[in-house]
């Protein structure tokens, strides 16, 4: 229950095993037309997609790398461990960020992103973290800042890493340029791929980049057009990802957000129960992401030590300078009834050992009631 | 039979369905350490080992990027597809290639690098294709370079992607500062993972430089000290190297190259005996890749996918200028009897069906005898 790696159904643990195929014969061709075909599905775009062999923040060094040279100046908000990423990979690749300082426990609000947009009148793009896995806190104002993008001509990516699959994102609608995701996170994959959609408003600055060899979306493109990828693909990750898209497919997006919505409303309910409280502020907690406040007196690594080894339940710490203050529950890919009810009691159990005064039954009722209630839930992950 | 990727054994397969596990976890320290203490005694260096979640051509461009600003001028031999890939890697990441031409045909040569330093005072390193996957040729006077490169305090740079575990390559006697392996080739493993080994006098240049934020070199080794990488790891793919390189540890090393020699001369043999040619100069041939010359009158095309279609074996094209007049065979990683003999007999039976006047029995009695008088062999890949 990390804020990933995230579980792997068996359906795509078997497809992984497939056997080894050439990246430029016949099968690899067909096994990545499918790939694209309903990742445009899951993006909501009509415009390209490309998956690309690497971890996320991969993912987000293409997106920087292939743009920087048009671009220079990017707005980025910072809340968060990732937004500091965000702002350091394109200073790292010779851009200037533009950062709007936000307090950790919010998500950057419309407001501040025009205020941004009229001191810095030659930044020619806006970059933010849609959920920062670090804090557990979303950007509500998501479509605004499209839309504002959109009118005053600037590029608008999104590093949607910890969030697509598992709550609203539609690409286009949003006028978004790049959304960057990752395997690992929603899309109950295996790390190390990472998945980028790109307008064609966005090709118009790629055009003139070349940063990298290998993060390079005008090979990713041109080796497209015959269902290939410039360089060796990690297969089996394809595979997988394949199987991923077919289940969400089969599932519906629609369903599986909501899927998402209704466990992360259940343990939230929970965790007030619990007499604990998220770290972010109510209009900003992320379905996908739970950041916790540490209770009184409870050392996290005990915690988590204790989970893991007595409840084989694994969740995250804080990272950064909430290191010690949080700790963090991934809501995301295969998760429904069986793991939130096992997370909650898990961490009620724990919590009742290092002494906190807590009623068992009541955070485990609250939950059980919001998902028997509101779930749609079919499972299509054996 | 590709030049990569090659066949995975099951043991690996099996590997790489083991449960998803967090990458800041107990579990994953204990599977990186034993990844990286293991491939110390592959890359038979005493000095450090990363792995990181990209294709090979990722692992260049990690190398090139992480030295340039110290070193600017690279002498890159270009002796084919991969020696053009390198020389416009460091062009990419703002650095000067110096190429030395070769016939694609053959190697580089002590003294075509001797010249290349005279001529250019100011170049800090060599880089070098060990293997040139395009054309089958490797070099042959790799601890010479290494020693000139040891003397004239320039680094040396190799491309070992197709041939380090299927050829003798010991990087410490032959003073190799960085060392690049791919997962996908000699090494039995799905791709996705890029190895490099780097040097102490390596590392005094890394120093100075940070030109990306995901192939960084010096975050790998601040987080190598906890047994973890800085993004998140392809973590099924690094079950699989774990798995990969105790089989080679089973074998033992000195066995495993000999194996790869055995099973290239034995098909080196057998193809003599059909009448066809291999593309490279004898002296120069490869023991991981065979380039062969298409035979006259015969579409290479045809014949692949006759190989493909009807005897379940697929090769690989030429690339680049050499599309259309060779084909190659990947001798690597999985390889033995039943690989070797099931691969030349098809190949004899698939020109015979195209019209050449081939003996059946010779080319494989040939191959037959080779493997059987020289080859130590006990199969540990089940």
Not at 265 to 287: C, D, H, Q, V, W
């Amino acid at each position: 229950m990390t804020p990933g790696p995230t579980n792997v159904p068996p359906r795509i643990m078997r497809a992984m095993i497939k056997p080894m195929i050439h990246h430029r014969g016949p099968e690899f061709q067909e096994l990545y037309k499918s790939i694209l075909d309903n990742a445009k599905y899951l993006f909501q775009t009509k415009y390209d997609v490309v998956v690309i062999s690497s971890s996320g923040t991969g993912g987000i060094e293409c997106a920087v790398s292939n743009i920087i040279q048009g671009v220079k100046k990017i707005i980025v908000p910072v809340g968060g461990i990732f937004g500091q990423r965000l702002s350091k990979t394109i200073s790292v690749m010779g851009g200037k960020p533009i950062e709007i300082p936000v307090d950790w426990k919010r998500a950057v609000t419309i407001d501040m992103i025009e205020d941004a947009i009229k001191k810095e009148k030659d930044a020619k793009a806006v970059a933010v973290i849609y959920n920062e896995t670090s804090t557990g806190a979303k950007i509500k104002c998501m479509r605004e800042i499209g839309e504002l993008c959109n009118e005053r001509d600037l590029l608008f990516i999104v590093d949607a890493i910890s969030i697509l699959g598992g709550d609203h994102l539609p690409v286009d609608d949003w006028y978004i340029d790049i959304c960057i995701a990752g395997s690992q996170k929603c899309l109950m994959t295996p790390p190390g791929l990472s998945l980028l959609s790109i307008s064609d408003n966005a090709w118009s600055f790629i055009e003139k980049a070349e940063n990298s060899f290998y993060f390079n979306l005008k090979s990713c493109r041109k080796y497209k057009e015959k269902c290939q990828t410039p360089f060796t693909p990690a297969i089996p990750l394809y595979y997988a990802l394949d199987e991923a898209l077919k289940i969400i497919i089969e599932e519906r997006l629609e369903n599986v957000i909501s899927r998402h919505k209704v466990c992360a409303k259940a343990s939230y309910s929970a965790i007030g129960k619990m007499g604990l409280t998220p770290f972010p502020e109510k209009e900003f907690r992320s379905n996908t992401v739970l950041a916790i406040n540490n209770p009184p007196k409870v050392n996290d690594t005990t915690l988590r030590e204790l989970l893991r080894k007595k409840y084989n339940i694994v969740i995250a710490g804080g990272q950064g300078k909430l290191k010690g203050s949080i700790f963090r529950i991934g809501m995301m890919g295969k998760i429904g009834p069986p793991e939130v009810l096992q997370t909650i009691s898990s961490l009620n159990m724990a919590l009742s050992e290092l002494g906190l005064d807590l009623k068992f039954d009541d955070s485990l009722s609250v939950a059980r009631e919001i998902l028997q209630k509101r779930l749609y839930y079919q499972y299509f992950l054996i």
